[in-house]
């Protein structure tokens, strides 16, 4: 059983569109995290989720919004995409902060 | 916060000995220190986690100095399947804050 999954692994789509990423855990963590990795590899938290509230919210655009209709599931749509949205998105769960597991990630590449 | 740095690439021998060492001169009181490793084209997977002296698991150990500026992941006897990046993280806050290092890529060679 996969712990953490996402859909789509690989997204390509045009600058302007809105896209959403999905993720869902079956570990019954409380919280679930939003990470995006550049190409330079650099790994910046987005968003995190605590039983369905946000608790982070790191200076992200807010083009970017993240979505958790549970406390498994947490999604993050994406409005007007632009070039430099382009990246690795992680989707993350854990019991608090110190051991999260994280998903296979996905491609994102904007044109 | 606490910005940590650590060494950009690493390369080693199977069966050595390596050590990473990352630099935390701000950590706060109630911080503490994980470690994570990624291959490519996978998400992280957690290593190891430590607020002070030593800890120590079934993959690694993790060393904590007295101040708490640096801690060091040593990975005993590498083999080819270490060869990794690896990110050194900073739990701030009590959660309200997540940073994670620059990674260090390991190279392990036969």
């Known amino acids: 059983d996969t712990a953490v999954s996402q859909t789509p692994k690989y997204l390509v789509t045009q600058m302007g569109n809105d896209k959403s990423i999905k993720c869902e855990q079956n570990?019954?963590?409380?919280?679930m995290y939003w990470y995006k990795q550049d190409s330079k590899k650099f790994l910046k938290i987005m968003f995190s989720?605590?039983?369905?509230?946000?608790?982070i919210n790191e200076t992200v655009p807010n083009r970017f919004s993240p979505k958790s209709p549970d406390k498994a599931h947490l999604n993050l749509h994406i409005n007007s995409l632009e070039l430099g949205d382009s990246a690795v998105y992680f989707c993350a769960s854990g019991v608090g902060s110190y051991e999260q597991y994280f998903g296979p990630g996905t491609r994102l590449t904007v044109t | 916060l606490a910005k940590t740095t650590q060494p950009i690439s690493m390369d080693s021998y199977e069966g050595q000995e390596v050590n990473i060492t990352c630099s935390h001169n701000n950590i706060a009181t109630n911080d503490y220190i994980t470690w994570y490793q990624q291959f490519p084209s996978q998400g992280p997977r957690f290593i190891i986690q430590?607020?002070?002296t030593k800890v120590t698991n079934e993959v690694a150990s993790l060393f904590i100095p007295a101040d708490r500026k640096s801690s060091t992941l040593s990975l005993p006897r590498v083999s080819l399947s270490d060869t990794a990046v690896y990110y050194c993280l900073v739990v701030e806050g009590g959660f309200q804050k997540l940073v994670f290092g620059t990674g260090t890529r390991l190279l392990v060679s036969p």
């Open positions: 989720y605590n039983n369905k509230e946000l608790i």
């Open positions: 430590g607020y002070k």
């Open positions: 570990l019954g963590h409380d919280t």
